[in-house]
């Protein structure tokens, strides 16, 4: 049950620790952002116990990020992300209808941990993963095109295959 989630990636460009949301795009924290892939397993992610994701989340292969990095500049962006498979839009939506904006997640991030420059904080996922499609899940399979567009930074694009044994 292998799963897509089109994403925007934040990377982190100073490092920061307990750094307020007004802080964290005025003091140059974030580097930059690009276009993220969170391919999920989800049998592993609810099955591996303690509800805890980052198995699913953490095989080989997992996680493709690109093609380039767009640099951060004083305002939240605001980009259409869409997510295609074999050409069929999966999903659609703007970096400015997350939950959270990137000055949040950064800042509450910081709040246990130091960033250092390098981090990549994947933001969430918009609605139209495949487990959560109506009519039913829709995995993907051997031969797939899995294509995560960001506007400004251009198409990530990841094949499906077996891995090989």
Known sequence: HVDYEGELAIVIGKACRNVSEAEVLSGGYILGYTAANDVSQRHWQRNSGGDQ???????????????????????????????????????????????????????????ATTLVPGTVILTGTPSGVGYA??????????????????????????NVTTEPK
Request: one cysteine or more; proline letters at 5%; hydrophobic letters at 40%.
């Open 53 to 111: 994701w980052g198995r699913g989340k953490s095989f080989d292969t997992y996680c493709p990020m690109g093609p380039c990095l767009l640099l951060a500049g004083l305002l939240s962006p605001d980009l259409q992300l869409s997510t295609m498979v074999n050409g069929e839009v999966r999903q659609l939506s703007r970096t400015s209808d997350m939950i959270f904006d990137v000055s949040a997640v950064v800042s509450w991030l910081s709040r």
């Open 133 to 158: 499609r109506e009519g039913g899940p829709s995995w993907l399979a051997e031969g797939d095109e899995v294509q995560v567009c960001i506007e400004d930074i251009g198409c990530l694009n990841s």
